[in-house]
């Protein structure tokens, strides 16, 4: 059990104030909860949030979430599918999974991508180089082109209204559904139809298979998409090794019966011999912060993607006495920040402080117009200062 606290200030009114303190109650609880949060006008001011989600059973609210995804898809035209920018495994695979039931309900779907980050270019060749699976993917001009009165935006793997694929396409749809696993922020998409957004869970992949189980037999998915889903799952649990529940390991099985393999998913996972060596590199270059805690760089001449730097910063944690670890990497003009840890320490409330968010063992920031030595100062600075507040 745990327990968390709303308080809404600076309101003219009571009606308002008491407005604000809602606001702020739905916001701590979509954090994972054991937190208290003042909202001061705009502006959240956060205390305590320092423990892990609270895993429960979310069985019941799955299908009554499936059964309006149903309703919603069927009343629809047609379905377009957008995640966050720098589209992930989890991304992508949660969008795969959209794909299957919307065609399962006799609906078109397409998913909107403009940029196709390295780390997932053989899981989307596999689908695009299939015949089953023309005109699979669109760019979000195109699409804007395309929006109507009646067609239904599907936002997986984000809620954060900055954070998505095409900001204009989001502001010209009209039916906008959010499924997404990350602990809320303040930034949050307002305008949904629906909202199915679970801070305990793996990862989005694992809240789709669970629509597509609650949906019924009429969604039969293929293989290779079943392969997109578990990949999504596998990537964000880094093996099955965090964040993982029993449904995460019912929603595998369930993969697996559907032709899901293992040795498949591992061989799409699989990366350059450039980004191997960049990872050992930022890993051999790693310089201690404070007690159990490492920053890195990943080397700007060798696979250089902000997908090395978080892989970077899972590796780090198999190191005897990291307990967080920090990689930063330089990628077309953004200095990503990926943190991780094994939950001793809360990287999200750091990188909160710098912009950031995510999990208590996950989570990330992005900065422009800044160079690799400010962010390492910034992300120094964070440490610090979470440091004297757990003191």
Known sequence: MTLSVGIGIGEVSLEAAMKSAKSAIDLALGRGGDQALIKNGEKYIFYGGKSGE??????????????????????????????????????????????????????????????????????????????????????????????????????????????????????????????????????????????????????????????????????????????????GITVDTQNFSMKTGTITFEAAAFLKRCGADGIRVRKLLQEDLSVFRAKAMAAANAEIISDGMYLSV??????????????????????????????????KDTIFVSARSLGEVNVQIILEKIGGGGHQTISGAQFKDATVDEVKEIVKNAVEQYIEEAN
């Open 54 to 231: 609270v895993s429960h059973n979310a069985r019941i609210r799955a299908r009554v979430k499936a059964d309006a995804l149903s309703e919603l898809i069927a009343e629809s035209e047609r379905i377009f599918v957008m995640g966050h920018k720098i589209a992930d495994s989890d991304c992508f695979g949660s969008s795969i999974g959209i794909y299957r039931i919307s065609n399962a309900l006799g609906k078109e779907c397409r998913i909107i991508l403009d940029y196709i980050p390295q780390s997932i270019i053989k899981t989307i060749s596999k689908f695009t180089d299939s015949n089953d699976y023309e005109n699979l993917i669109i760019d979000s001009q195109q699409a804007w082109q395309e929006i109507t009165d009646n067609t239904l935006l599907v936002i997986l793997d984000t809620h954060i209204n900055s954070r998505v694929e095409s900001v204009d396409v989001l502001n010209k749809a009209t039916k906008v559904v959010v499924f997404d696993h990350h602990r809320k922020s303040t930034d949050f998409i307002d305008k949904a139809v629906m909202v199915y957004h679970e801070p305990y869970a793996s990862s989005t992949s694992e809240l789709i298979t669970e629509m597509i189980q609650y949906i019924g037999e009429k969604v039969k998915l293929k293989a290779l998409e079943a392969d997109a889903l578990l990949a």
């Open 298 to 331: 990943c080397p700007s001449d060798y696979g250089n993607t902000a997908v090395t730097a978080a892989q970077t910063a899972d590796e780090l944690l198999d190191v005897e006495g990291v307990k967080a670890s920090f990689v930063l990497c330089d990628d």
